[in-house]
C-alpha cells in the first residue's frame, strides 16, 4: 500500500493540476442553486407558545383514553376507600392477622354512602 505503482505516476500528476487549481461555479450558476433551494423550502410559520401545563400533562398521559382509565380507578378507590364491601373484611382479617392491628377512620360518622336508593 505505500509503495508507489508506476503506472500511477500519470495520474497523480492530473491529481497535482486539480488540486492547483480548483473548480469554482459560476455565480450564474449559484444564484440559480440558492434560487431552487428557496423555492423548495417550505413557507415559515409563526411559532407557537407552548402550552400551559395541564395541557401538556393531558398529552403526556395519553389523552381521554388515559385520563378516563386513571379517572374511573381513582373514583373506584375512593368509593372503596370510604365504603369497604363487608367481603373485603373477611379476605383481610386471616391475611392481616389481628383485626386489632388493622386501623379503621371513619371521616364522617354517622353518614351513609347509598349510591343507589330507591324511592327517593
Same mark, same amino acid.
Given at each position: 500500500? &505505500?509503495? #508507489?505503482?508506476?503506472? @500511477? ?8 493540476a486539480?488540486? #492547483? ?7 450564474? %450558476?449559484?444564484? #440559480? !442553486? %440558492?434560487?431552487?433551494?428557496? *423555492?423548495?423550502?417550505?413557507a @415559515?410559520?409563526?411559532?407557537?407558545? $407552548?402550552? *400551559?401545563?395541564? !395541557?401538556?400533562?393531558?398529552?403526556? =398521559?395519553?389523552?381521554?383514553?388515559? !385520563? ?5 380507578? &381513582?373514583?373506584?378507590? /375512593?368509593? =372503596?376507600? /370510604?365504603? $369497604?364491601?363487608?367481603p373485603?373484611?373477611?379476605v383481610a ?8 392491628? !388493622?386501623? =379503621?377512620v ?5 353518614? @351513609?354512602? +347509598?349510591? *343507589?336508593? +330507591?324511592?327517593?
Open positions: 500500500m &505505500t509503495d #508507489r505503482d508506476d503506472t @500511477t505516476r500519470g495520474l497523480a500528476a492530473h491529481f497535482d486539480a488540486r #492547483r487549481h480548483p473548480a469554482r461555479p459560476s455565480d450564474a %450558476l449559484m444564484a #440559480r !442553486v %440558492l434560487a431552487d433551494a428557496c *423555492a423548495a423550502q417550505p @415559515t410559520r409563526p411559532s407557537r407558545r $407552548p402550552a *400551559a401545563w395541564p !395541557v401538556q400533562l393531558f398529552r403526556a =398521559l395519553g389523552g381521554w383514553p388515559a !385520563v378516563a382509565g386513571l379517572s374511573a380507578a &381513582t373514583l373506584a378507590g /375512593i368509593w =372503596l376507600g /370510604i365504603s $369497604p364491601p363487608a373485603l373484611a373477611a382479617a386471616p391475611l392481616l392477622g389481628d383485626p386489632g392491628g !388493622v386501623y =379503621l371513619d371521616l364522617a360518622p354517622g353518614a @351513609t354512602f +347509598e349510591l *343507589a336508593q +330507591e324511592g327517593r
